[in-house]
């Protein structure tokens, strides 16, 4: 892509946040990744506290030669509400974190999306204000995606673009259990 992008500005890379407690938060930020691969750009999703489980989203990204991948940084639901949470999990966001850092500075990548890294922060797992400190820094052209829920002050304010996902209605709420191709 050119320096230039539609309506004559300059490109540069953006800080897109998708919060709230609404379905579709991650959803919308691989749309975002398949947007990019599509458009020749090379994207990196690094999803914190996932991991485990089968979702469909991780064999669509086999099929893009690298230009697409999708890394599980956790092993799959925290405990919260009043639970201590798991030395295990605490290590793993830490280590998925320095991997992150590692990532955002490698330039290797068009986009990275940082998935569920709000969750993290929002359960003291992880520092906001050290997130935003690395994601201030970043390469100029690089784009990145937050996704999670209670996004933090911090992240709000330096993203360029931030999208509340609030639920409406939802299937679960009548007893209808998550479908395989819709949810995961």
Not at 25 to 51: C, D, E, P, W, Y
Not at 139 to 152: D, E
Request: glycine share 14%; aromatic share 6%.
């Amino acid at each position: 892509m050119s320096e230039t992008e539609a309506g004559g500005s300059r490109r540069q890379g953006l800080m897109l946040v998708h919060t709230g407690p609404g379905k579709g938060k991650t959803t919308a930020a691989l749309g975002i990744a398949m947007r990019a691969v599509g458009s020749g750009m090379r994207v990196l999703v690094l999803q914190f506290l996932k991991g485990s489980w089968d979702y469909g989203e991780l064999h669509v990204a086999e099929g893009f030669g690298g230009r697409f991948e999708i890394r599980q940084l956790g092993r799959g639901f925290v405990k919260v509400g009043g639970a201590e949470t798991d030395p295990e999990d605490l290590r793993l966001v830490a280590e998925g974190w320095a991997e992150a850092q590692r990532e955002i500075d490698s330039g290797a990548w068009d986009v990275i999306v940082l998935d569920e890294i709000l969750y993290a922060i929002s359960y003291g797992m992880l520092d906001a204000e050290g997130v935003a400190a690395a994601l201030r820094d970043r390469p100029p052209l690089l784009h990145v995606v937050l996704t999670g829920r209670n996004a933090h002050p911090t992240l709000l304010e330096l993203a360029d673009t931030v999208t509340e996902m609030r639920e409406v209605k939802h299937a679960y709420t009548r007893g209808i259990l998550a479908q395989r191709g819709i949810e995961f």
